[in-house]
């Protein structure tokens, strides 16, 4: 028969096992609530080092959201993960499908979901401008596609994420290659779009003066009052104004959002402004004054009322407001940037270029990773290579000569000319990046370093041809021995073949086999004179000048051995007639719009116009009709005429006279 355990005694090893145990949990609890108290001592000084060391974009990802995405954040709780998750491979799987607008809506989603993962909106933006705008037919359709994916990650996905340079980078690649290059088949019209918005709200920038004088037109405009009632305290008779542009339906408080195109202002003040400007700016040429709707008589009665330098105060005003509000951009850094990019002095930024909109974007990213300690070297070198590729665009097609259409913007006239200031900038950026992405123990000297060498030297070439051809000699000789000096060879050390020539060799070593031919000199020369005249018409006489003394030299070159050829076959026509010629059909192209081409027609010495007056009048006559331009007083007759017709009879065709000026030459 078992023995039974004394029952006290098993009764008291219980107890003192339950005490033991008891022990055990009042300690461990003893020991979490220390443990726990410990990391909230810790916590602060924790957070503290790791916004310090930059470990996190924002410290609370959810703090000051918009509504539209903080009730979302709010309300899905994990369950907004598993949904993000779930869209996205939908999402990936539209892409592969390319359904492109159903990826559209889902990524909408997405956005919402998830505004402080800077990649949706990166893809968004992309998708938008690079996948769905291709996939329509029509201009207005592709630019709206690409300036949503530009507004999409200009207004929303940068505010969200400020401190995430890939988006400023996708931000400044959409508008330096989207739309300032010449990949897309609608690029024409992206820019002119781009450029009409611009000049509507900013005005036309001045020509012909001095770079500071550039700059100073803009600066009231970085250098506005940003409240109302600070500007009515230095204007107070813009009181008056302001209340009666309210009652003519113009809120100059209104505001906007990022689903409106244009700011409301744009749409109520500063088109009918435009308006009014072009009315000022060609009514000696008008036959008839334009006829003005009651709205914008109304206005022009108020604009002409308000005190010219109050009016200029109330202009800077609300283009700062609408280029804060709508743009995003600030005017104060815009104005800061032209003493940034890299040149000895200050230079103008025209913003209706999608170029400067790049520069601004990139630089404006760029000045965002240096502030970061762990932003990566890829990012900055992206943002850096727009500055870069921005720059070098700018030299070579940066001056516009714009003449905009309010009624059809996308029918605006643009000509895209060579900008030689930003030559020097561009160079100077190059040297200075170039430091900044040195691989490990590399000695760049006076260059850009390895990693921009070939891009830097690509474009000093072609800086010395523009240079060159611009008249600008020297300048070009100064590149042309810097590569000398700096860009050796590899291996050897020793100075290039090709820079070892003068800079007149260098030049013309690279066009003249292309202008041995009949059809090709006579096309460049032309090409040059043109050139003048567009240099003369954007208010650089010296252009006209340079281009003229050059394609002279051209006809030189190409008619030395051509003085014996009694049938001129194979001779060019007498270079003064050819420079008439070429003004004829400059002032004769009605792809032009017609105040440019009186403008060049008044510049041009009376001897060169009146070689081809008579012969050009008729369509001149015609095609002012159709615009409502007196035709004599847009082109009136040259000095001299009558005299001119006397010794010089009229034949039927300027082929006759050339074939006249030959015979006399040989």
Not at 79 to 105: N, T
Not at 626 to 634: L, P, Q, R
Request: charged content about 25%; aromatic content about 10%.
């Amino acid at each position: 028969m078992a023995v039974l355990p004394n029952s006290a005694e098993h009764i008291e090893a219980r107890l003192e096992a339950q005490r033991a145990s008891t022990l055990v949990q009042v300690g461990a609890l003893i020991g979490a609530a220390l443990c726990i108290a410990g990391a909230a001592l810790l916590q602060n000084p924790i957070n503290t080092q790791r916004k310090e060391l930059q470990l996190v974009l924002q410290s609370n990802i959810y703090k000051e959201l918009p509504p539209k995405y903080a009730w979302v954040s709010a309300a899905g709780g994990t369950f907004r993960g598993i949904a993000a998750d779930i869209l996205w491979a939908r999402a990936e799987q539209l892409k592969q499908d390319g359904k492109y607008y159903e990826l559209h809506q889902l990524a909408k989603w997405i956005t919402t979901l998830q505004p402080r993962f800077p990649q949706v909106w990166q893809f968004q933006s992309w998708n938008m401008s690079y996948n769905i705008s291709v996939a329509t037919k029509t201009a207005p359709e592709r630019w709206q596609w690409v300036y949503n994916g530009i507004r999409l990650i200009r207004d929303e996905g940068i505010p969200n994420n400020e401190k995430s340079i890939p988006l400023y980078q996708q931000l400044a690649w959409t508008w330096f290659h989207k739309v300032g290059d010449r990949m897309d088949d609608f690029h024409m019209t992206y820019k002119r779009v781009w450029a009409a918005t611009m000049e509507t709200l900013l005005g036309p920038p001045p020509v012909a003066v001095s770079n500071k004088e550039a700059i100073d037109w803009f600066r009231p405009v970085a250098e506005a009052p940003q409240r109302l009632e600070e500007l009515l305290e230095k204007h107070p008779k813009l009181a008056k104004t302001v209340d009666d542009l309210a009652a003519a339906g113009v809120d100059v408080n209104a505001g906007t959002s990022s689903q409106n195109l244009f700011h409301p202002l744009e749409e109520n003040f500063f088109r009918p402004w435009t308006r009014y400007q072009r009315e000022v700016s060609l009514a000696a040429y008008y036959k008839e004054p334009p006829k003005r709707s009651p709205q914008q008589q109304r206005l022009v009665e108020i604009f002409e009322a308000t005190d010219p330098e109050d009016m200029n105060a109330l202009l800077a005003f609300l283009r700062a407001k609408v280029l804060r509000e709508q743009y995003k951009m600030d005017p104060q850094y815009m104005l800061d940037l032209t003493g940034r990019i890299g040149s000895s002095e200050p230079l103008p930024i025209d913003w209706r270029t999608p170029w400067a909109q790049g520069l601004y974007w990139a630089m404006y990213g760029a000045d965002k990773a240096r502030e970061l300690k762990n932003a990566k070297e890829f990012d900055k070198l992206s943002v850096d290579r727009i500055v870069l590729f921005a720059l070098k665009t700018l030299a070579k097609s940066g001056r516009y000569v714009f003449r905009l259409n309010l009624d059809d913007p996308m029918q605006s006239f643009l000509n895209m000319l060579p900008d030689l200031r930003y030559i020097d900038a561009m160079h100077a950026k190059y040297l200075e990046l170039g430091k900044e992405h040195l691989e490990e123990g590399e000695d760049p000297g006076n260059t850009a370093g390895e990693t921009l060498r070939s891009g830097h030297v690509n474009e000093l070439h072609d800086a010395i041809v523009n240079l060159y051809l611009a008249g600008r000699v020297e300048d070009a000789r100064k590149y042309l021995e810097y590569l000398a000096v700096n860009y050796k060879e590899l291996y050897t050390g020793r100075i290039q073949e090709q820079y070892l020539q003068s800079v007149d060799d260098f030049v013309w070593n690279q066009v003249k086999d292309m202008s041995d031919s009949y059809n090709t000199a006579n096309a460049m020369i032309y090409s040059l004179l043109h050139a003048g005249f567009w240099g003369l018409a954007s208010g650089y006489g010296d252009e006209l000048a340079a281009r003229q003394a050059l394609a002279a030299t051209l006809y030189r070159k190409y008619q030395e051995d051509k003085l014996r050829d009694p049938e001129g076959r194979r001779s060019l026509p007498p270079f003064e007639q050819m420079v008439a010629n070429a003004l004829g059909q400059f002032v004769t192209d009605p792809g032009t719009p017609m105040a440019i081409r009186a403008m060049v027609w008044q510049r041009e010495p009376d001897t060169v116009k009146q070689r081809i007056y008579d012969f050009i009048l008729p369509e001149l006559k015609r095609q002012a009709e159709m615009v409502n331009f007196d035709v004599d007083k847009a082109f009136p007759e040259p000095a001299g005429m009558e005299e001119y017709r006397k010794a010089n009879p009229m034949p039927k065709q300027v082929e006759t006279i050339e074939r006249k000026s030959r015979l006399e030459n040989d």
